[in-house]
């Protein structure tokens, strides 16, 4: 993903019209790209603890996984929360604490150089903009509260055909 294209976009990569992009929908968290470019981050930050020392095990390593990872499974939640908006505004706001926890523990990454400069610039360079596209989507939370028709479609599943 070109990250100057990336700028400021909330919403999805694949399978939007132009109207899907302008109105910031998307049919499911994983389209939009605020998920996305969180769920690269977590991957990499996984990726990146692996070559901590032992010592970091408990402390360090366990604490920047966990971070990372919530910032996803908290935008899946606001995602699925949408309708209801003060909910979708919980969940963006501990998305948006995660990361910004996420953040803190790079601090310590690069303060003890388990980071090299290149890649600590990069993912804070990444968390700030998720912090900024979480900003976005909190500023306007009822542009996100999906039509009845949708809500409906996206919890009721058609039903399983029975053996006889």
């Not at 700028?7 to 499911?28: C, I, L, P, Q, Y």
């Amino acid at each position: 993903m070109d990250r100057q294209a990336d700028r400021g976009a909330w919403t999805v990569e694949r399978g939007a019209t132009a109207r899907d992009r302008e109105a910031g929908s998307a049919k499911d968290h994983r389209e939009l790209r605020v998920y996305q470019l969180a769920s690269k981050c977590a991957l990499r930050m996984h990726e990146l603890s692996k070559k901590f020392p032992p010592e970091e095990r408990y402390s360090l390593t366990d604490q920047i996984r966990r971070a990372s990872r919530s910032v996803c499974t908290n935008i899946a939640e606001a995602w699925r929360k949408r309708r209801y908006p003060s909910h979708f505004l919980s969940k963006l706001s501990d998305a948006d604490m995660e990361a910004g926890e996420a953040r803190v523990w790079l601090e310590f990454c690069q303060h003890f150089r388990y980071t090299s400069q290149g890649e600590y610039a990069e993912l804070v360079e990444d968390y700030d903009h998720i912090c900024g596209q979480l900003g976005r989507m909190m500023a306007q939370p009822d542009a996100w509260v999906p039509p009845a028709s949708d809500t409906l479609r996206s919890t009721v599943h058609a039903p399983r055909s029975t053996r006889q």
